[in-house]
């Protein structure tokens, strides 16, 4: 079964400081993963996807099959990175996209 | 292009009504996707739809909740009869298989079921 886990509700951090948010997934074969972002009234929408292997805003994030993880890094944390985060998985073979449960990330001045 | 626009923003109804949704994706896009939101999980998947038919409902909570694609340029989500667990921000979400597959998600609307 498809499954990903995001598990910090909540994550606040110092503007400056390194940040990471973490993402698992389960599944069987080869998925793709995304980060989607919330910005404060806005909607929501694509940050980065694994298969690009770009940096966006600053935010990276690598695809490790052995850990089953996709975690979203920045090594200076801003005050407009302030949102809500979404890991999201889809598998081969469809277009089904499921997302984790989200993670507010916090960046205190 | 005004995006995926969804009606209405804020819906407030009371236990036991019927409550419509409605979405119209991005002109062009073959697969549609309806979410929900709440706090204590996050975003679920519902139901999706490619080429206006129904390919996945597994995540659509039980009969009360219903979802129609009539046509490429619109779609509505049913709950009947509505319950306060209802309460929710409902999304819909638009994609193209050959522009990049991310998703195109509207504004949502605020359901509250009192």
């Known amino acids: 079964a498809q499954r990903v886990t995001q598990p910090e509700k909540l994550l606040s951090v110092f503007k400056g400081a390194p940040v990471e948010l973490k993402c698992n997934y389960s599944?069987?074969?080869?998925?793709?993963l995304f980060w989607y972002v919330q910005y404060s009234r806005q909607r929501l929408q694509l940050l980065l996807r694994?298969?690009s292997r770009e940096s966006i805003k600053g935010f990276t994030a690598d695809l490790n099959k052995g850990e089953t993880s996709f975690h979203l890094k920045k090594p200076f944390a801003q005050e407009e990175d302030s949102a809500m985060y979404y890991c999201?998985?889809?598998?081969?073979?469809?277009?089904?996209?499921?997302f984790g449960a989200g993670t507010r990330l916090f960046v205190k001045a | 292009d005004a995006g995926v626009i969804q009606s209405p923003r804020h819906e407030v109804t009371e236990m036991g009504q019927e409550v419509t949704l409605r979405c119209k994706p991005i002109?062009?896009?073959?697969?549609l996707f309806w979410y929900r939101q709440t706090m204590m999980r996050g975003l679920e998947l519902l139901i999706y739809?490619?080429?206006?038919?129904?390919?996945?409902d597994s995540g659509m909570p039980e009969d009360r909740f219903s979802a129609k694609m009539p046509n490429a340029s619109f779609s509505t989500l049913k709950i009947q009869p509505s319950e306060p667990r209802d309460s929710a921000v409902y999304f819909c979400?638009?994609?193209?298989?050959?522009?990049?597959?991310?998703?195109?998600f509207g504004s949502g609307t605020q359901l509250s079921v009192l």
């Open positions: 979400a638009s994609s193209l298989r050959q522009g990049g597959e991310k998703l195109f």
């Open positions: 002109s062009g896009h073959d697969y």
């Open positions: 599944y069987s074969g080869s998925p793709e």
């Open positions: 999201a998985l889809r598998g081969t073979g469809g277009f089904k996209t499921i």
């Open positions: 739809f490619n080429n206006n038919v129904p390919i996945d």
């Open positions: 694994h298969i």
